[in-house]
């Protein structure tokens, strides 16, 4: 169960989440829809813990992100913008690492560790240095890190970025398969992506909510009946003014 | 405490994943001996003691210790994995200590690494032991501070050259409070209370109070509290961090 409640955050004289109002319940998987610039990684951040809000708060499993952090992010998965992980690592060391933070034990770490890796096809580099691997390889090692604990709740930034076909139909296969336990939020691009494995969809603009509902709600609003279509209309665009 | 010994256990192996363990060790074994034998004419003094060996600490510290700290936050900042370690649910003073902890231990590596250089004294005379352990006690304390130092400034910044940089200049300033060109240069209009509690923060002072025998807790408390407060102001910056 992830709520946020009027979430707002301003860089300088730039709002770049306003006012944010949203419940994601177990078993749904929303996809976060905007254009670059949109909120949508603030808002992420903030609901991780990685910034402070300037108003408004997060609650993860009703633990509050800015006053309850540390038990708000044990049931949190969190795949950041670009999956950074310690390139001098191997992905065994670094699951490693983050079980032993995750303060799982050495069975249930090595356990988890297997299952993680299964889960996102790591075998083959398990035990290569992180830099040394592909982008879509790195991109699985943050999702097998996000992963790794069971959480109840999973926030992944542009989980299929850098991905090939084959692997984006992987990892959205191992999405719809965790998704009825969990409280999952994706963030993305891609349109397609989202009427694939999303239950809920949202489309901000400027932090703010534009249009939510299911995938196929949003598509019959659109003029052709496409996903696209309404994207286009709701949301400002900056290189519309280089177009006119 | 676990989540300060997974954040050390990985931050001390990250020393060893590159070849940046054995080029720091090689550099400060090396600067050691040839301060202690050729520039300090250890073998001229014809005193089998360790005097002068550590009388060129502080000024080694001064470029060895930056070094060391410089990566610990600036390096994961630059890649982005500060995002994912501020949102693993490790506490911020935890997350603090370990990495010091980490540079710390390595520090004390490198310093223990330096035993042939007792092991000659103890071959050519008789030194007093004692005192010697004691002055090895001091230079460690020493270290932790220049390194709490290093680390704070780390934080402060996504570049590691900046990091280095800044560190050695807030480093001198400590080192150099006592030194002849400090104390001569404000002696002459700026009244003597001030001059003493300037007098009473350099690191040369305390540390030659060490070495010279006079295991006083004043000079160790000194190097203890100074390092807490750099601590301290490094998990203030991290934190500051989170307001964007």
């Not at chain 1, 609650?59 to 992100?65: K, S």
């Not at chain 1, 800015?66 to 992010?73: K, P």
């Not at chain 2, 900046?162 to 050695?168: K, T």
């Not at chain 2, 540390?207 to 000079?219: C, K, M, N, P």
């Amino acid at each position: 169960m992830l709520e946020i409640d009027s979430l707002t955050k301003r860089f300088d004289a730039v709002t770049a989440v306003a006012g944010l109002c949203l419940t994601v319940r177990p078993g749904e998987v929303l996809g976060f829809l905007g254009p670059n610039g949109a909120g949508k990684t603030t808002t992420m951040k903030m609901v991780t813990g990685f910034l402070v809000p300037d108003g408004g708060a997060a609650r993860i499993c009703g633990h509050d992100i800015v006053t309850d952090t540390l038990a708000a992010q044990k049931t949190l998965g969190y795949l950041p913008e670009g999956a950074p992980a310690y390139g001098e690592m191997t992905p065994r060391e670094f699951l490693g690492f983050i079980a032993d933070v995750r303060g799982l034990s050495a069975v249930a770490a090595s356990a988890a560790c297997e299952l993680a890796v299964a889960r996102t096809s790591l075998e083959s580099v398990f035990d290569r240095p992180i830099e040394t691997l592909s982008k879509g390889f790195r991109r699985r090692v943050g999702l097998a890190q996000a992963i790794l604990h069971d959480p109840e709740v999973l926030i992944l930034d542009e989980p299929t970025d850098g991905l090939d076909p084959n692997q984006k139909h992987a990892v959205r296969d191992l999405i719809r398969l965790l998704s009825p336990a969990k409280t999952i939020v994706i963030s993305t691009h891609l349109l397609e992506e989202v009427e694939a494995i999303c239950s809920r969809a949202i489309i901000i603009d400027k932090g703010r909510i534009v249009a939510d509902g299911t995938p196929a709600e949003l598509a019959a609003r659109g003029p052709n009946g496409k996903l696209d279509d309404l994207f286009r209309g709701l949301t400002s665009s900056d290189v519309s003014g280089a177009a006119a | 405490m676990n989540a300060v010994s997974a954040v050390f256990r990985r931050e001390f192996a990250a020393y060893f994943a590159t070849p940046i363990a054995f080029v720091f060790l090689v550099i400060f074994l090396v600067a050691m001996g040839v301060f202690t034998f050729y520039v300090g004419h250890y073998f001229d003094m014809g005193v089998a003691d360790l005097t002068v060996f550590f009388s060129y600490h502080p000024w080694l510290y001064l470029f060895l210790m930056p070094a060391l700290a410089m990566r610990l936050w600036a390096e994961e900042k630059r890649s982005g994995s500060i995002e994912l370690l501020l949102t693993l649910p490790l506490p911020v003073w935890a997350t603090v200590l370990g990495k010091f902890l980490a540079a710390w231990a390595f520090a004390g590596l490198a310093l223990f690494l330096t035993f042939p250089v007792w092991l000659t004294t103890l071959y050519l005379g008789a030194p007093d032991n004692g005192v010697v352990l004691a002055s090895y006690i001091g230079s460690l304390l020493m270290a932790g501070t220049y390194l709490a130092i290093g680390a704070a400034v780390s934080a402060a910044t996504t570049n590691q050259v900046i990091a280095f940089v800044a560190a050695v200049a807030v480093c001198f300033l400590f080192t150099a409070a006592g030194a002849p060109i400090v104390m001569e240069s404000l002696s002459g209009w700026a009244p003597a209370p001030l001059v003493e509690a300037v007098a009473s923060f350099s690191f040369l002072t305390h540390f030659s109070a060490i070495t010279e025998g006079v295991i006083d807790l004043r000079d160790a408390i000194f190097f203890l509290s100074l390092t807490s407060l750099f601590l301290f102001a490094n998990m203030l910056i991290v934190e500051s961090g989170k307001g964007g």
